[in-house]
């Protein structure tokens, strides 16, 4: 039933290495993908989006890759610094159907100083 | 700009209590959406508004569940009667229209907590 699973509910990683963070997505009709983060006590926040168009969109030290014969999206943190410890939600939408966006389960980041 | 305004921040109340949770959305956003935040769901879309008007409400849990959004400045999201299995926290976002058919960021506010005991 989850259309959008994050099959890693957490993930650590050494302060200065890469965070890789995974989404697997069944439906087909999705075309655009978000990353969210959310730091306790917050609402989530937009980190970086991609339109099915590209394989590829890079902001900074957040990279998101998709493949999208595999349905599968990651996000890629480089390097990693304690504060980004939160948790990363990644979300999809449907063309024609914006408003609405579905998350999955969230991914909790530790990032070890 | 003060951003997406939820209140209360935390409630506790009892089964079978009505619950009412309030959102103030941006200003000049025409979208809000109410999510549900689970450990075991993560974040579900429960209902969205576009230009106040319900659009898709097809993640409201159950008949409990209603919402309302009777201006451009205000929704609620109302359970009742409340039960322990609505213990979650409660969020509400807002996003404005672009151009492209492109999703639009939706801005989150800082949720309610509720407990249903």
């Known amino acids: 039933d989850q259309q959008v699973k994050q099959n890693s509910p957490s993930l650590s990683v050494q302060e200065g290495r890469i965070s890789i963070l995974n989404c697997d997505y069944t439906?087909?009709?999705?075309?655009?993908f978000l990353w969210y983060k959310k730091y306790p006590a917050e609402g989530p926040t937009f980190l970086i989006s991609?339109?099915?168009?590209?394989d590829k969109n890079e902001d900074g030290r957040f990279t998101v890759f998709l493949n999208k014969s595999a349905k599968h999206l990651s996000l890629h943190i480089v390097p990693s610094q304690p504060g980004d410890s939160a948790v990363y939600f990644c979300?999809?939408?449907?063309?024609?159907?914006?408003?609405?966006?579905?998350f999955g389960q969230g991914t909790t980041l530790q990032v070890k100083p | 700009d003060a951003g997406v305004i939820q209140s209360p921040r935390h409630e506790v109340t009892e089964m079978g209590q009505e619950v009412t949770l309030r959102c103030k959305p941006i200003?000049?956003?025409?979208?809000l959406f109410w999510y549900r935040q689970t450990m075991m769901r993560g974040l579900e879309l429960l209902i969205y508004?576009?230009?106040?008007?319900?659009?898709?409400d097809s993640g409201m849990p159950e008949d409990r569940f209603s919402a309302k959004m009777p201006n451009a400045s205000f929704s609620t999201l109302k359970i009742q009667p409340s039960e322990p299995r609505d213990s979650a926290v409660y969020f509400c976002?807002?996003?404005?229209?672009?151009?492209?058919?492109?999703?639009?960021?939706?801005?989150f506010g800082p949720g309610t907590r509720l407990t249903v005991l």
């Open positions: 200003s000049g956003h025409n979208s």
């Open positions: 991609i339109s099915s168009i590209k």
């Open positions: 508004f576009n230009n106040n008007v319900p659009i898709d």
């Open positions: 976002a807002s996003s404005s229209p672009s151009a492209g058919g492109i999703s639009d960021t939706q801005y």
């Open positions: 979300a999809a939408s449907e063309w024609g159907n914006t408003g609405k966006l579905i």
């Open positions: 439906n087909s009709m999705f075309d655009y």
